[in-house]
Antibody
Framework: QVTLKESGPALVRPTQTLTVTCALS??????????VSWIRQPPGKALEWLAR???????FYSSSVRTRVTISKDASGNEVVLKLTNVDPTDTATYFC????????????WGQGIPVTVSS | DIQMTQSPSYVSASVGDRVTITCRAS??????LAWYQQKPGTAPKLLIY???TLQRGVPSRFSGSGYGTEFTLTISSLHLEDFATYYC?????????FGQGTKLEIK
């Protein structure tokens, strides 16, 4: 079964670094053509795309977080990690990882999401 | 960045009604447009891509159309399980952007 599942802290203090992990099951980020993105959704608000990583380690970022965000994959190809530095309360959101469909820039499979609160 | 604007933001309808949601892009995106359905506390679900192609397993009462800057999502006859929030997303260029959402509520 092909799934994605996010994990990470529920609470992060302002100025700290948020690290969320996406565990892939049934597929690998190292397989040719596979791409995974991170998308977030503040409470009651719309979706915002943050970053994408490809099977060949190419990385792409939203300009809104470019200076604070890093996306990476582990050597096994089973995990994709998002790091967001110097967080503040506006980074409070549910963070989703999502697989991107082959040869299109759409998100055909999503993780369940992980809610993260930034607060002192 | 390409701005995506949905209308209306809220729609109230009854089971069996036909509903249409509009999504406008701030610049032409050909047919690089997807629609998602999101229910409270869950992840978005892909409904339609390439403006009009139904994702496998999505009921045929959902349909999409449009080209360039104006797109529509139509539900031909509402079922109870269709009451949710719907988002459009442009898949033309970085950064990928979403509309603000349309909440479909039961009348």
């Amino acid at each position: 079964q092909v799934t994605l599942k996010e994990s990470g802290p529920a609470l992060v203090r302002p100025t700290q670094t948020l690290t969320v992990t996406c565990a892939l099951s049934g597929f690998s980020i190292t397989t040719n053509g596979v791409r995974v993105s991170w998308i977030r959704q503040p409470p009651g608000k719309a979706l915002e795309w943050l970053a994408r990583i490809d099977w060949d380690d190419a990385q792409f970022y939203s300009s809104s977080v470019r200076t604070r965000v890093t996306i990476s994959k582990d050597a096994s190809g089973n995990e994709v990690v998002l790091k967001l530095t110097n967080v503040d309360p506006t980074d409070t959101a549910t963070y989703f990882c999502a697989r991107m469909a082959v040869a299109t820039n759409i998100f055909d499979l999503w993780g369940q999401g992980i809610p993260v609160t930034v607060s002192s | 960045d390409i701005q995506m604007t949905q209308s209306p933001s809220y729609v109230s309808a009854s089971v069996g009604d036909r509903v249409t949601i509009t999504c406008r892009a701030s610049q032409g995106i050909v047919t690089y447009l997807a629609w998602y359905q999101q229910k409270p506390g869950t992840a978005p679900k892909l409904l339609i891509y390439a403006a009009s192609t139904l994702q496998r397993g999505v009921p045929s009462r959902f349909s999409g159309s449009g080209y360039g800057t104006e797109f529509t999502l139509t539900i031909s006859s509402l079922h109870l399980e269709d009451f949710a929030t719907y988002y459009c997303q442009q898949a033309d260029s970085f950064p990928y952007t979403f509309g603000q959402g349309t909440k479909l509520e039961i009348k």
